[in-house]
Every structure is written in C-alpha cells, then in structure tokens.
C-alpha cells in the first residue's frame, strides 16, 4: 500500500496536471463552440462555485476511471483488451522495460 506522503503527491500532480491540461481545452472549446454559432446568454457562476464544480467533476472521473480500470482486470476482459496496458513499465531510471 501506499504510504501518505506518496498519497499526497499524487493527488498534488493530479490537480496540477489536470488543470494545465484540460482548462485551456476549455477555452478552445468554447471559442470553437462561438464560432460554430453557439450562443451563450447567461453570465458565468462565481469562481468558488466553478471551482466546486471542477473538484466535483474530477473526482468522478477518477472514480470512474479506477472502477472502469479495475474491470478491465477481469479474467474474462483482461487478455482480450487490456493486457497491452501491462507490457511495458518505465523504470525510475527512465527506461523502459517489457515485461515478459
């Protein structure tokens, strides 16, 4: 298991991660969205209520995605779909390995 202080940092990559990586596709998209004619006439919620709401949001992603990914584990889902997830590992130095 893993201890608190791996715990934290990933939660703390996560966040960070997921914020460079998907705010500005929210902002492409909505320019996108403009262009195709897409009209919005409401005004924004506050910031805290965003920020609730992306919290909220990112943890049912992930908790879809785990109980999605632990699926895929399955005897009978495993070697058909997702066994090529599992061949090949980084190693901390930087390489990669496959796995026999």
Do not use: Q
Not at 21 to 34: H, V, W
Not at 35 to 57: D, N
Not at 75 to 91: G, N, S
């Amino acid at each position: 298991m893993p201890d608190n202080a791996l715990i934290k940092k990933c939660l703390e990559e996560v966040c960070v991660r997921s914020a460079l990586g998907r705010l500005p596709f929210l902002f492409i998209l909505f320019d996108a969205f403009k262009y195709m004619g897409m009209e919005v006439f409401a005004p924004l919620p506050p910031w805290p209520t965003v920020l609730k709401h992306w919290v909220l949001a990112l943890a049912i992603n992930d908790t879809l995605f785990y109980w999605t990914h632990r699926l895929m584990h399955h005897r009978l889902l495993y070697k058909h779909f997702h066994k090529k997830h599992h061949e090949f590992r980084v190693t901390k130095e930087g390489g990669i390995e496959g796995i026999v």
